[in-house]
């Protein structure tokens, strides 16, 4: 838990930073993301009057899979503008843990891309276009077969049914 003791905050603001364990996320398995060690936070708590203000930056590093190529890839989630406001919290020990918890949910994209100019997977033959060069281009159609002379009626299918 990040807990900011507001008793230890002077005239100036106190510097409030370390790691944090990534389980406080409660990613759900199917996140499609993974964290990468701890929780970093870099904070700034400041009294204003009996309130406590907290500002600063948050980052974790993240395994997440792309959802153009599907490839793994790693990234850091960042907030650069946490600001949280606590009300009457002079001489109390505030747990900021849900808050920073909460931008570091809102920060998460709604779709993961491992570049911003990631070209995915080819429908056709499903390389990565990427590392691989698509093949469906240079090899030539199988000829479809030809077609019977007859489409086959549904009667067909009824007669050949042995009763
Ligand atoms: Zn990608
Ligand atoms: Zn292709």
Redesign the pocket.
Known sequence: MIKINTNHIGDLPLVVDGTEDSAILELSSDAGLTPNGKIHYNLLATMTGMDLLVTGTVKLAVTAICGRCLEEFSMELSVKDVCHLYEKAEGQEINVSDDIREDLLLALPLVFKCSPDCKGI??????NLNTEK????KKKKKKSEPEKPDDPSPWDALSALKF
Do not use: F, I, R
Request: aromatic letters at 0%.
């Open positions: 080819c429908t056709g033959c499903g390389a698509c093949s469906c281009g």
